[in-house]
């Protein structure tokens, strides 16, 4: 079946490690729970390909979706500062692949909203480091991947200290002790070969 | 990849429709949008088969997934009325699929849930058609299918007026100008042969 990918539709996103991939892996960072298999490079691949056969050490899918908990006055404030993917000068990109615990998806949707954001200021704290920290979320607990979330992060190198302070700060609050699985994987653009 | 489905975990589910199957396919009405082919049964499979290659005429795919706009209030409430899949009595059964417009999906969570529940009232109708009403809901949308939703429901033959009294109330509301094309297919459980 065709699939078109058009503005708002959902984007599957295919992450490969392996020998080969535009991104060379920097560290990667087992947070909590099982690790991934060590590589060097990273492929991304989007639209029909990425829901093809599994490649190289690992790969990890997931889909831009809907917007899950936010408000239209937080999508405002998001939209009017964010950056896109794939400016020239951000060399640098993270996937944090998590997974959540039984107890956080047993939530109904409010007290899952209450805790992400009215407690854990999640949108809140992410807006503070745009632009400069462009991210994009991709969903795959429902695809039955063996992680709910792979956050895609880019960046330019001497923002890194910033992206750690962002981490740290999201990871100190309330929401991440329903994180029971995370990797932290850290990337740049690979050069010319 | 072995995936388990324990309680809460996102079960994926395949209807395949043919010349087999545990359910006879008794009327399929397109209410909107394009149809799918006719079929004399519907085979339901769930769990790791659900995943595998599309058989007979047409398959649609979906998951059970985490609540998307129920409340506490709201879920505390169905779960004492409600009823589960497989009654003795629930010798018939619906299956409606569904698809939402890009104007639906592009709004953000409040808003979404605003038209859902404040205005169409959604689950407060639903709940009144509980426990003689069984239903479960399977997304689709982010598994790159054709339809966003797929509806199941179980009940008696003697209740199918309430049925229809449920679907036309929902059908008249705001809510479901956002819906683009929707099937309504109408089952009974295939007697021994």
């Given amino acids: 079946m065709q699939t078109a990918y058009g503005a708002g539709a959902p984007l599957p996103v295919a992450f490969a490690a392996g020998d080969e991939g535009a991104w060379t892996i920097r560290s990667m960072e087992i947070r909590r729970g099982d690790p991934l298999a060590p590589a060097i490079r990273l492929d991304v691949t989007e639209g029909d390909g ?26 405002t404030s998001m939209t009017s500062k964010q950056a896109g993917l794939g400016r020239p000068q951000a060399h640098f990109a993270a996937l944090i692949p998590i997974r959540k615990s039984p107890a956080w998806w047993a939530m109904p949707q409010d007290e899952r909203r209450a805790i992400y954001e009215e407690r854990s200021r999640h949108t809140s704290i992410g807006m503070e480091y745009l632009p400069a920290i462009a991210r994009r979320l991709h969903h795959s607990r429902d695809l039955g991947e063996p992680f709910d979330f792979l956050t895609w992060f880019e960046y330019a190198p001497e923002d890194e200290p910033q ?6 700060r999201l990871r100190a609050r309330e929401e991440w002790e329903y994180v029971d699985r995370e990797i932290d994987i850290r990337l740049a653009r690979a050069g010319p070969i």
Same sequence: chains 1, 2.
Wanted: hydrophobic fraction near 40%.
């Fill in 163 to 168: 992206f750690e302070h962002l981490l740290a």
């Fill in 50 to 75: 990425a829901r093809g056969a599994a490649r190289g050490s690992w790969t990890l899918r997931g889909v831009t979706s809907n917007m899950r908990y936010t408000t239209r006055g937080e999508a």
